[in-house]
């Protein structure tokens, strides 16, 4: 019984590391993966390195988005959920 004692702040570390620091990175990860998967032609994204622009093509790993400048050919990990969410929602505020 002393022994469950002993070890059981260490327990008690382990469980609230894994719903503080891994379980909620799991979710992002899934709502990322998620959001990849929704894509389609037509949408208007922008990039973690900030280029905004409308998907042209998809690809199965990539996308080739339309700028004012060209095309570009990039990861489908590239694109920020965060930022496009919030432009799209903007963009339908204003409508």
Request: charged letters at 30%.
């Amino acid at each position: 019984m002393e022994d469950i004692v002993q070890f059981l702040p260490y327990i008690l570390m382990i469980g609230v590391f894994y719903f503080l620091m891994i379980r909620p990175q799991q979710k992002r990860a899934k709502a990322e993966k998620e959001f990849e998967s929704q894509l389609k032609v037509g949408d208007k994204i922008i990039t973690k390195s900030g280029i905004h622009g409308k998907i042209s093509e998809l690809g199965e790993k990539t996308i080739v988005i339309e700028t004012m400048s060209g095309k570009l050919k990039m990861e489908r990990s590239a694109i920020s959920m965060e930022m496009s969410a919030k432009m799209n929602e903007v963009a339908v505020v204003k409508k």
